[in-house]
DNA sequence: ATAACTGTTCGTAATATTGCGAACAAATAT
DNA sequence: ATATTTGTTCGCAATATTACGAACAGTTAT
C-alpha cells in the first residue's frame, strides 16, 4: 500500500523535524563534522537533550559519530544524506 | 539562535514525517486534489485517523480542505508547498 | 420524515517525544 | 591517585502523537 521509499522519506523527515536537529545537519553539512561540545556552547538546552536529539539523527542514519576520546565527532552520513535529498528532490518534483 | 528558516523547515519536515501523510501529499500532488473518501477507501486505517492526519497536514499548511457538500475536497496549498519545496532545496544543497 | 452518506469531533488508550538534572563511564590532566 | 573534561545513560515529568470506535453534524436521497 504505501511504498519503501514513502516510508523512507517519512523517516528522515521526522528526523528533520524539530528545530535543534536542523541547526545541527545544517552545521554539520556546511562544515562536515563538528563536536558536540561545540553544539552544547550554542545552543540553550542541556547537554543530555542535545545527546538525544544527536542520537535520533543518528538512529534515522543522517549522521555518524566517532569517539577522539573524550571527545565525540560528528559527521553527516553521506549517503544517507545524499539518498534523503534524492528522496525529498523527486517527492517536490512530482 | 535558530532562525525562522530552520524553524519553518522543521514544522513542514514533521509534518511530513508520517508514511500516510507522504502518501496523501504524494496523490494530491499528483492530481492536485482527491476527495477524503478516495483516501479512506485505499488506506487502511479508520476515517477517524485519516482525519486527524488531514488536519495535521492543514495545520502545517500544507494542504487545504474546500466542502463540496456532503464531501470535502482536499488540495495542495501551492504556496505554502512551493516554500517547504524551496526551504528544503537550499538545506540540502549548502 | 427518515434513511443514507461523508466527514469531523470526542473520549480513550498506548506509545513517543521533548526536556531536565543527576549519576555514570572513559580518557586526560594534575 | 585524584580531579577534570566530555558525553552518554537513567529516572522522571509533561506533553504530543497515533489510533480506534462511537457519537455527532450537515447534506442528499427515499
Same mark, same amino acid.
Given at each position: 500500500?504505501?511504498?519503501?521509499?514513502?516510508?523512507?522519506?517519512?523517516?528522515?523527515?521526522?528526523?528533520?523535524?524539530?528545530?535543534?536537529?536542523?541547526?545541527?545537519?545544517?552545521t554539520?553539512? $556546511?562544515?562536515?563534522?563538528?563536536?558536540?561540545?561545540?553544539? @552544547? =556552547?550554542i545552543?540553550?538546552?542541556?547537554?543530555?537533550?542535545l545527546? %538525544?536529539?544527536?542520537?535520533? $539523527?543518528?538512529?534515522?542514519?543522517?549522521?555518524?559519530?566517532? @569517539? =577522539?576520546?573524550?571527545?565525540?565527532?560528528?559527521?553527516i552520513?553521506? %549517503?544517507?544524506?545524499?539518498?534523503?535529498k534524492?528522496?525529498?528532490?523527486?517527492?517536490?518534483e512530482?
Amino acid at each position: 500500500m504505501i511504498n519503501d521509499r514513502q516510508k523512507k522519506l517519512a523517516r528522515y523527515a521526522k528526523a528533520l523535524g524539530h528545530p535543534v536537529r536542523v541547526y545541527v545537519l545544517q552545521t554539520l553539512s $556546511l562544515q562536515s563534522c563538528c563536536y558536540s561540545g561545540d553544539l @552544547t =556552547e550554542i545552543l540553550p538546552i542541556a547537554k543530555s537533550t542535545l545527546s %538525544q536529539h544527536l542520537k535520533e $539523527l543518528k538512529d534515522a542514519g543522517l549522521i555518524q559519530g566517532e @569517539t =577522539e576520546a573524550p571527545r565525540v565527532k560528528y559527521c553527516i552520513n553521506k %549517503q544517507n544524506w545524499e539518498e534523503a535529498k534524492e528522496l525529498l528532490k523527486t517527492f517536490f518534483e512530482l
